[in-house]
């Protein structure tokens, strides 16, 4: 499976009930699938996840639903060949902002020489 079928495979794909998978990037280097991932529900995690390259995006899948449920150790992480590198959250949805209220910007101040 190449790097852009794997990000159109996982992209889209639920985790669980509430987490839609988000592909922000798909890249091999050192033997390994380097994939940048969101999983966007009532709280949002930005994850960079390693796969060996025999992984499919089944088997990622269903790693991170381990990973989220509480269930991801370090012997499932070697037996799945998956790996959890950096995770960050997000609780709550972002707001969004509507452009028609915003207020012009201020001009910068010229700076001046003396």
């Given at each position: 499976m190449t790097a852009d079928e794997l990000h159109r495979a996982l992209d889209g794909m639920t985790a669980d009930d509430a987490q839609q998978i988000r592909v922000?990037?798909?890249?091999?280097?050192?033997?390994?699938?380097?994939?940048?991932?969101?999983?966007?529900?009532?709280?949002?995690?930005?994850?960079?996840?390693?796969?060996?390259?025999?992984r499919d995006a089944e088997m990622i899948r269903a790693a991170l639903q381990s990973w989220m449920t509480g269930d991801w150790t370090a012997e499932i992480a070697a037996i799945s060949g998956v790996m959890i590198h950096h995770a960050t959250i997000r609780m709550g949805a972002v707001p969004r902002v509507n452009a028609d209220h915003l207020e012009p910007k201020k001009a910068a101040r010229p700076i001046v020489d003396r």
């Open positions: 922000a990037s798909v890249m091999v280097a050192q033997e390994r699938r380097w994939i940048q991932i969101e999983l966007v529900g009532p709280r949002t995690y930005s994850l960079l996840v390693s796969a060996d390259l025999r």
